[in-house]
């Protein structure tokens, strides 16, 4: 993985909190009324950017542009004077730290191994970043990539340089986390941090839209894959690096439901033990899932009694399976039970298969009749995630939710910006 510091933008004069403040959810997290909402809150708020309106140009991409480039102007932001990278820390409500590193990474292509999707993503329209990118040529919003440092040096480094350290940006979430950007610079430094990063491969765990963006921008543009060290800047994509190692690296699940029974009661092959559970709620019954002996999954069906499926990694159909993917329960149920039932893997993504995060959202779907079948999944330990895609292997669509979100508008750049 090829890491550079950069020439990164900022809100301008201020406090840390002050340009905190400024700060926005990514912009897949973000609908139409959210946007209004946030819109409303400061006329220089990241939304502006990252969910333009058509504004006085009349088209909202070349509005984007506009914007980016009077705030620079004006000083409302402002671009570092020489390359830095930019560790990023987020403070949890129950005490917990998550570390990371923002820089720019290389573009890699996928078969290169050296920075790995690891999940099918659904189809969904790319047009709408690509033209923002176009139009702007600025690089707003990381992807997460998680290194496999197997020793914790990045975590190690990353304490060694924020004890002590200021905040230049100061967020807090709408869940209570506490954002902070720091910056580095020092060629020691941040050589540091190539040579620790830089023989570790790399998972993209949240922004694979947004990584395939530039990917195809930078194949436009005529850059990838060139001979330069440090590249062309369009030939490199901001991201937050944290270790796959991280002790507050959380991975939380993405339930599903289903419009139609396909006949679940036919699975009895693939199931080793079937338990009921007296639940009330989503979320309770989200948290026995979590509770029980793994893999298995949840199953509500409306009226029927709540049951918890142990599956059985074992089945001739979850041999065909990685060894590391045998043991998550996600890819058990997209590779041998839903197979089995005669669904086609097409079914991920052709709207067979419906996508919930909030548990009670589901629960309540399923019993009001909205959908047939409710499948609850458990968390992923960040260590079976890690065996899952050791080999390169991809996990169902929505295999994983990393919690919490990096924010947008801490930290960005745009193509002119030197690297370093």
């Known amino acids: 993985m090829r890491i550079y510091a950069f020439e990164g933008i900022t809100y301008g004069p201020g406090t840390a909190a002050d340009r905190g403040r400024l700060a926005a959810p990514p912009y897949d997290q973000i609908d139409a009324r959210r946007?209004?909402?946030?819109?409303?809150?400061?006329?220089?708020?990241?939304?502006?950017?990252?969910?333009?309106?058509?504004g006085v140009l009349g088209d909202s991409y070349r509005e984007a542009d506009r914007m980016h480039r009077e705030w620079l102007d004006e000083g409302v932001t402002r671009r570092a004077a020489q390359p830095s990278l930019y560790p990023y820390s987020i403070d949890l409500p129950d005490g917990g730290r998550r570390l990371g590193l923002t820089a720019l990474v290389g573009l890699e292509e996928p078969s290169s191994g050296v920075i790995r999707p690891h999940e099918e993503t659904l189809a969904k329209p790319l047009a709408d970043r690509l033209a923002l990118l176009r139009a702007t040529e600025v690089d707003l919003e990381p992807v997460l990539l998680l290194s496999d440092d197997a020793d914790?040096?990045?975590?190690?480094?990353?304490?060694?340089?924020?004890?002590?350290a200021t905040a230049a940006v100061d967020h807090r979430d709408e869940e209570?986390?506490?954002?902070?950007?720091?910056?580095?610079?020092?060629?020691?430094?941040?050589?540091?941090?190539?040579?620790c990063l830089g023989p570790a491969p790399a998972a993209i765990a949240d922004g694979h839209h947004r990584y395939k963006v530039a990917l195809q921008y930078a194949r436009e543009r005529g850059v990838l894959g060139g001979e330069s060290d440090p590249p062309a800047t369009a030939a490199a994509k901001?991201?937050?690096?944290?270790?796959?190692?991280?002790?507050?690296?959380?991975?939380?699940?993405?339930?599903?439901a289903l419009h139609e029974d396909p006949g679940l009661a036919r699975t009895a092959s693939r199931v080793a033990a079937r338990t009921t559970v007296d639940a009330g709620d989503g979320r309770s019954f989200a948290d026995a899932v979590a509770a029980a002996a793994q893999p298995a999954i949840g199953i509500v069906n409306r009226g029927d009694t709540p049951e918890i499926w142990t599956?059985?990694?074992?089945?001739?159909?979850?041999?065909?399976?990685?060894?590391?993917?045998?043991r998550l329960s996600v890819a058990l149920l997209h590779?041998?039970?839903l197979p089995g039932l005669g669904l086609p893997e097409a079914s991920a993504t052709d709207g067979t298969v419906v996508y919930r995060s909030d548990p009670d959202e589901l629960w309540q779907m399923v019993r009001t009749g909205k959908v047939a079948v409710g499948i609850f999944l458990p968390p992923m330990e960040p260590a079976d995630f890690a065996a899952a895609i050791a080999g390169g292997e991809m996990l169902p669509p929505k295999s994983t939710r990393f919690l919490p979100k990096v924010v947008s508008g801490m930290v960005w750049t745009d193509h002119q910006a030197t690297l370093g």
């Not at 209004?36 to 058509?54: G, I, M, R, S, V």
């Not at 991201?239 to 993405?254: C, D, F, G, M």
């Not at 599956?311 to 045998?326: E, F, I, K, M």
């Open 238 to 256: 901001l991201a937050v690096i944290t270790s796959l190692h991280s002790p507050a690296l959380e991975i939380k699940p993405i339930h599903r």
């Open 176 to 195: 209570g986390n506490r954002h902070q950007i720091f910056r580095l610079d020092g060629a020691g430094r941040i050589a540091r941090y190539r040579a």
């Open 311 to 326: 599956l059985d990694p074992g089945s001739a159909a979850a041999q065909r399976l990685s060894p590391g993917a045998r």
């Open 152 to 164: 914790g040096a990045l975590d190690r480094l990353l304490n060694e340089d924020l004890a002590g």
């Open 35 to 54: 946007a209004e909402q946030l819109h409303a809150l400061d006329p220089h708020h990241f939304t502006w950017l990252t969910k333009p309106t058509a």
């Open 335 to 337: 590779g041998d039970l």
